[in-house]
């Protein structure tokens, strides 16, 4: 039986589960929940994630959501197939757990909105926050100052090897690299040298011809 | 070496320090004064490049992110104290589940609710009215869902207390007490049943006995 996840494949939490699982080279099947006629707060979808959003998994009788938990629960079980995204030893995987927490209290924070402003609103024809962007822009160009520190002394963010903690930056970053903010990233010799090495993966070139790029 | 927390005596240090000690694990405390800004200086910025609490130092081992380091605890010394992660990979599932459903979902609203009621004034930025109603709703919303959850499972992640639980105590604790808000937790028949029981485990006791901020 293979698991199922519930989301739409261009959608960045759902992408999150499906790198790993092409890293993990898990089979999956995807079922579409369909985000712009809000399918995720119908019933249905609500009986698998009581808030209403995207991705669930379903494995057998095993389910769960919140896409990082859901990363970490198929890296965990599969540890010792495809790419070990956890880590060698005890104080590794804590490192790997520390930046791929920055990801969702730092980056993520910034990262989100500004992708909705400049890239999903105008698809469903609603109004960007321009200030909002502007602000969100400032603090972002900080919190990047930091990484591209962290990536001056070590190769990935959490060491030398490819792990979660660079995994769960990629379908946010992915996005944000379609925006004018790129130049934010390209203007910074080690966050450059680390986006293009992570994207020549071959995992994340599957991802991106499922979603359609 | 004995493992050092920075920051006690605030919020999200003490999600450390509870896991710390219910796993029977010694260790020191170093205070950051943030209102003269300490967290923002060299010394503080290397152990915490983002200049937040907490900052913890095991020997040679640095790590932040208070959720990291409960995981970090909780797995280093599993063998000892109530097992925080669950005792299958299915029932750690759950454990990530409700404990990144904290960081992502529980935590931001009441972030905000802390920051524009208990420490707008100190912090010297106008209380923002329209938010703490906005946040209200929000966390109010985020409980009727752990409500419809608690009252099928004693704890988030199923019968036995976890990382996740412990994670809400100390924004909670401030949700109930200086924000003024416990009518939340006390109208929720099982959120209300839930707080009760984790707030007074004795590690949680201790945690505030020893490190609430000093009035």
């Known amino acids: ?213 | 070496m004995v493992l050092k927390v920075y920051g006690p005596h605030f919020a999200s240090p003490k999600r450390a320090l509870v896991t710390l000690i219910e796993k029977g694990v010694p260790f020191e405390t170093v205070p950051v004064d943030l209102m003269k800004g300490e967290h923002k200086q060299p010394a503080y910025l290397a152990l915490q490049p983002f200049g937040t609490v907490p900052a913890v130092v095991d020997g040679d081992y640095k790590i932040f992110e208070s959720r990291a380091v409960m995981r970090y605890v909780a797995e280093k010394y599993r063998s000892q104290g109530p097992d925080l992660l669950g005792k299958t990979v299915e029932e750690r599932g759950q454990v990530e589940q409700w404990l990144d459903v904290e960081a992502t979902t529980y935590n931001p609203p009441l972030l905000n609710l802390t920051l524009h009621i208990m420490f707008a004034s100190v912090m010297g930025f106008p209380s923002d009215e329209k938010l703490i109603k906005e946040s209200e709703e929000k966390l109010a919303a985020v409980l009727d869902v752990y409500e419809a959850h608690l009252s099928k499972s004693k704890y988030l992640a199923g019968d036995f207390v976890s990382l996740a639980d412990l994670a809400h105590l100390p924004f909670t604790d401030y949700l109930v007490g200086p924000i003024g808000k416990a009518y939340l937790i006390k109208d929720r028949k099982h959120v209300s049943a839930w707080w009760d029981d984790i707030s007074s485990r004795p590690a949680w006791k201790e945690t505030l006995e020893k490190y609430s901020f000093p009035a």
């Not at chain 1, 010792?80 to 969702?104: F, M």
């Not at chain 1, 969100?136 to 990047?144: A, S, T």
């Not at chain 1, 100052?145 to 660079?166: C, K, P, Q, V």
């Open chain 1, 1 to 213: 039986m293979v698991v199922k996840l519930y989301g739409q494949v261009t959608a960045v939490c759902p992408q999150r589960v499906l790198l790993c699982f092409l890293e993990k080279e898990i089979e999956f099947e995807i079922v579409h929940v369909d985000l712009d006629t809000l399918e995720q707060k119908k019933p249905e979808h609500l009986l698998r994630q009581p808030f209403g959003q995207v991705p669930a998994i379903e494995d057998g009788d095993f389910k769960l959501f919140e896409s990082r938990a859901i990363a970490r629960y198929y890296a965990t079980k599969y540890l010792d197939q495809g790419t070990n995204l956890l880590g060698k030893s005890l104080e590794h995987r804590a490192i790997v757990d520390q930046w791929a927490d920055v990801e969702a209290h730092y980056f993520n924070v910034l990262a989100f909105p500004i992708v909705l402003n400049l890239l999903i609103k105008p698809r469903l024809g609603e109004a960007c926050d321009v200030v909002l962007v502007e602000e969100l822009k400032v603090k972002l160009e900080v919190v990047l100052d930091i990484y591209e520190n962290r990536l001056g002394s070590n190769r990935f963010l959490a060491g030398d090897e490819f792990t979660m903690a660079d995994l769960t930056h990629m379908p946010a970053m992915g996005y944000l690299m379609r925006t004018d903010v790129n130049r934010m990233v390209k203007a910074r010799v080690n966050m450059n040298r680390w986006w293009e090495e992570i994207t020549a993966r071959p995992a994340w070139k599957k991802l991106m011809k499922m979603a359609g790029f």
